[in-house]
C-alpha cells in the first residue's frame, strides 16, 4: 500500500481574536499511530504541540486529519516530530513552538523526541 | 435558546487586608462547562485562576454565578479563556493574572490554553 | 483501500507442556486500533484475552499480527471483541477464554465490552 | 427555562449479532450534567451503564444526545440514577443493567447511587 | 465548652421514589471531626455511609448538620461510627446499611471501624 | 460560643544549634478546621509552613496547640494563611517564610493561598 | 543487649459497648522494626490487624507500646506474625481476627504473611 | 553458553513452627529474568508465589539463589511459571501454592501466567 | 540503655574513578528510625543525601551500618539531618551535599528538614 | 564465566535528517541489569540517556544489544552510569548527553547516579 506524506496544506487556519498577547495553547493528541520504516510494524505514540500563536490558530478537526495520514505511512521517531513541527509551523506561523513524540516501548526500550522553534 | 455573554460587573469584590504584601491565590473550577459554536455540542474544562491580588478579592459565591453564566454560551476554547482572564482582571485591577483553561478530549485531542497578564 | 477481515487461520499454536494442570494466561494488547465502520475515523482500544488453555498454547507473535490486521478494517466495538473470542477460540480451542475490549472515549463516552466463553 | 424531561424514545438501537452469548457492554459518561431542583445551581456527575444486551444495542450517538437533555432539568440524583435505568431498559430491553451515578461533592459531602435490574 | 450529643431527630428525610426496586446510596463525608475524650484532642475521619432505602431517603443537607454536631463532642472511634449507624437507621429506617469511619493516624497508628446493620 | 484569635505568644521555641548554616523546615498540617465567617459552615484545609531558621526553631507541639485555637474561629482563607505567617514570623524572626493553605473545595471551587517573607 | 519478648500483658482492654452487633476494627501500624535473627539487620514492615471484638476492645496507646517491644527482638516474618495475632487474640479474645506482616524487600525480595483465627 | 536448569534441591526448607494453623505468605520478586528461546533476548518478569505451608517453610536467601539460576536459561512464560511451582511445591510441599509470572511487554503485549495448585 | 552517638569515622571511602567529571550521586533510605529526645518514642523518616563526589565516594554498606547506629538514639529532626550532612562531609569531602530528611506525622504534623552544604 | 566489556564500537549510527536544529532524544531503558563485583549478586536499573544528536542519531536495535552486554559483567554503579556516558559520546558525538541509572533498593537503600556533558 502507497502513502503520501501528509503536508501543512492540510491544516485549517482560522483567525487569533487576543492576537496582542502572548498565550499558550497545549495540545495532546495519545492516539498517534505510524509504521516502522525498516519492520513495517506499527508504532504508536503520544504527540504533544504546544505554541504561542501570532495572527492565526490551527483549527483542531484539520490537526485530527493531518494527524491521521501518518496511520500507514513509514517514517522514523525523529523524523516525524520535526515534520510535525515544521508542517505545523508552516501552517499558522506561531511565535514559538514544541512538538514532543512519546513512543510506546519496542524491544524494552522507549523514546521520546523533543523538538522546540521559537521567532 | 439566546444566552447573552456574562461580564465583569457580575463579579463582587471585597478588600484586600494584606494588600502590602504580594501573594498568590490559586483558584480550581472542575465543573467549568459551555457550548462548541460550530457543533453545539457541550464542552467541558477545568478553569484554573491564579492572581496576586492588589486592593481588591475577589469573593467566591459570585465568581461561581458568573462561571455558571457559560453553561448554554457557544465560545470557543481559546476565547473563553482570554475572556474570563480580561473580565477578572478588569473586576478586581490584580497585580498579576494567569487564566489556564483545561479541556476535555475531543475526537482524542485535548487542549490546555495558558493565558498571561502582568502589570 | 478495501480490506479482508483476519481469520483463525492466522494464528500459529504450539502444544501445552502443561495441560495435566488448569492455569490462567492473560494477554493485554494495549495497541489495537481498528476503524469506525459508520466515521471512517479510527478507534484506538486496549484488548485483554484471558484463557485456560488445552493442549494448545498461542504463539504470541502470531496473535500480534492477527491483531494488526484489524488496523485498516471498519468494525463496531461490539463485534470486534467476539469475533476475536470466537477466532482465539477456534485457533487454539482453550477451555475458558473471556476476550475484554476497552475503547478510547469518543464524544465524552467510552466503552468496554466483556464476551466470555466456557466448556 | 422551560425543559421537558428525556423519554427512552431518544434512543436508536441496532440488532445485537452475537444475541446467542451473554456479554457485557460497560458505557462510561463522566460528562454529565444537571440542575439541583431546590437550590437551582448546576450538579456534575459521571454516570456508568453496564448491560447485558438481549436482541438490541443501544447506538451510542443517540445515547450521548438523551444525556445531554438533562443539562437544564431539575432532578435529584436518586431520581436520575434510577430514570436512566428505566429508560435505557425500555428502549433495548437487556437481559441485566446496573446505572451508577457518582455525583460531585457539594458542602464536603459525596454522593453514589447504584441502581440495579435483572430479567 | 458543654456539648450534647447529635440525635436521630436531626435528620430530615423525603419520600423515596423508587422504593419497589433495591438501589444503593453511597455517602462519603471526608470532613468528619471530633474529640477524644481522653486527651481533648480532636481527631478527623473519613465516614462513609452505604445504605438501601425503603420508604425514605436521608436529606443530604440535614446529615451534614447531624454530622457537625460532633465537632466538639467527645467519643470514642468505636462508639462514634456504632452511634451514626443507630441514628441513621432510626431516621430514615433504611432495609441495609453500612458506616464505616476512617480515622487519621495517631502515634503512627490508624484506624478503621465498620459496622453493618440489615434486616 | 466567643472565640478569641490566637496570636504569637502561643507559641514556644527552642535555640537552633545549626544556625551558621542556611536550611529548610518545611512542616506539613493536613488537618486544619476553622469556620466561615460568612455561612458559619466548617472549612477544611492542609497548612504548609516552610522556613529558614534563624536563632529559633519553633517547637511542633505548641504549633499544634496554636493551630487548633483557629477550630471554632471565623475567618476567611486570605486572612487565615497571612495571620499564620505574621503570627509565625513574630515568634521565631526566621530568615524566610512561605505560608500555603490549600482549602477543600466549596461549591465545586477549591483555592489555595500562598503568602511569602523574607529579609 | 538481651530483649526479652513481648506478651499479652501488655495490652490494656476496655469494655466494648457495642458487643451485642458484630463490627470490624482495622487497625494500620506502617512503623514496625524489629531484627532478623540470623544477620542482625534490621526489618521494617507494616502491620495490619483487623478483628471482630466480643466483650473488649484493646485500647491504641497499650497496642502502640507493645509493638515497640519488638523494635530490638530478633525474629522471622512467620513468627511474629503469628505472635502477635495468639497475644492480641489472648488479650480481648475477639469473634475473629487477621494479622497481616507486609515486610520491606530484603535482597530484591518482599514478603506478605497472613494468619487468620475464628471463633 | 551452556546453562542447566535450576532444580528443586537448591531450596533451604525450615521447620514451619505454626503448622497447626493455615496461613498464607506471599512472596514478590520483581527482579526475575531469563531468555527467550527463540530469539536469545532477555525476558523480564515480576515472579510471585503464594503459599500456605504444611510441615515446612522455604528459606528466601535460597529462594534468590535458585531464581537467580533462570537468568541465562532460556525457557518459555508459560513453562517457567510451572516449572517454579512444580520445584517449590516438591521442595516444601506446601498446602495449597500459586505461582504468577508477570511478563514484561515485548512487541507491544505483555503477558501474565498463573499456575495454581491445592491439595 | 545508652547509646553513644555514630561518627564520621564509620563510614568506608573508596576512589572515585570519574573524579575529572561532576556528577550527581542521590542515595534514598526510607527505613530511617530514631527515638525522640523528649518522649522516648520512636521517630521515622526517610534519608536522602544527594552529592556530587570529588576524590571520595561513600560505599554504601558503611553508610548503611552508619545510618543504624541511630536507632536508639535520642535526637531531634533538625539536629539529625545536620548531623548526618557534617559527618558525611567529613568523610568523603564532597563538592556539593544536600541531606533531606522526611520524618513520618506525630500529632497529625509532618516535618521535612533540608540541609545544604557547598564548596 | 568471563565476561569482556561492551565498547563504543557496538553502536550503530546513522545520519540526523534535522542536525540544522537544536533537538532532545529521551530514551529510557528499564531493563538493565549488571552484577555486583564484590557479591556476584545481579544488580538491576532502569538507565536514562538524554541527548541533543549532532551529525549522527544512535540506532535503537544496536543500543539494546550493546546494553546487554553488561548482563553478566561485574561493574560498580558509578562506574556503569559514567562508561556509558562515554561510550555513547563517543560513538555518536552528540552536542549535549546526560546518563541517569536508577538502581533497585539493596538493603533499604536505593541508588539514582546522573552523569552529564556537554560540548
Known sequence: MSVSSPTSSEFEVVKNEY????????ISIPEFTCVCPRTGQPDFATIEINY?????????KSLKLYIQQF????????????KILDDFRR??????????GRFNPRGGISTVVEAHWQE
Chains 1, 2, 3, 4, 5, 6, 7, 8, 9, 10 share one sequence.
Do not use: Q
Not at 504561542?52 to 483542531?60: C, G, Q, R
Not at 496511520?71 to 522514523?76: D, E, K, M, P, S
Open 71 to 82: 496511520r500507514n505511512l513509514g517514517i522514523f521517531h525523529e523524523n516525524v516530530t520535526n
Open 52 to 60: 504561542i500563536p501570532d495572527k492565526l490558530i490551527v483549527e483542531l
Open 91 to 100: 501552517a499558522c506561523k506561531p511565535r514559538k513552538i514544541d512538538v514532543i
Open 19 to 26: 492576537s496582542d498577547r502572548d498565550y499558550d495553547v497545549k
